[in-house]
């Protein structure tokens, strides 16, 4: 099992950037998958991004393609998501997750741990 903490979100006027990171706590932090999601009022968590457990393989949501960068420094145990050029429909909690594969991909049921969120809003 990894704890997981995020940090980072905030409020931001559109077309402004936050980085928004997640530690992790226990062991083996580079054998974890990670990844992601965000859950805005009344709508359903939805996948955001992912990246593989080296950091050479990353996925994105269409709605934050091009927008938004996953990366990951297993030597601080940490993954970010970079967000650039937000838009006030990017307001949600942002969750991170952890995998105990390869690469969890967009389906929130693969991943076994999850932090507490973030929220992010995005003002027009």
């Known amino acids: 099992q990894v704890q997981l903490v995020e940090s980072g979100g905030g409020l931001v006027q559109a077309g402004g950037s936050l980085r928004l990171s997640c530690a992790a706590s226990?062991?083996?932090?580079?054998?974890?998958?990670m990844g992601w999601f965000r859950q805005a009022p009344g709508k359903e968590r939805e996948f955001v991004a992912a990246?593989?457990?080296?950091?050479?393989?990353?996925g994105y949501a269409d709605s934050v393609k091009g927008r938004f960068s996953i990366s990951r420094d297993n030597a601080k145990n940490t993954v970010y998501l970079q967000m650039n050029s937000l838009k006030p429909e990017d307001t949600a909690v942002y969750y991170c997750?952890?995998?105990?594969?390869?690469?969890?991909?967009?389906?929130?049921?693969?991943?076994?741990?999850w932090g507490q969120g973030t929220q992010v809003t995005v003002s027009s």
């Open positions: 990246i593989s457990w080296s950091g050479g393989s990353t």
């Open positions: 226990g062991r083996s932090f580079s054998s974890y998958s």
């Open positions: 997750a952890a995998a105990r594969s390869a690469y969890g991909g967009v389906r929130a049921s693969n991943y076994n741990d």
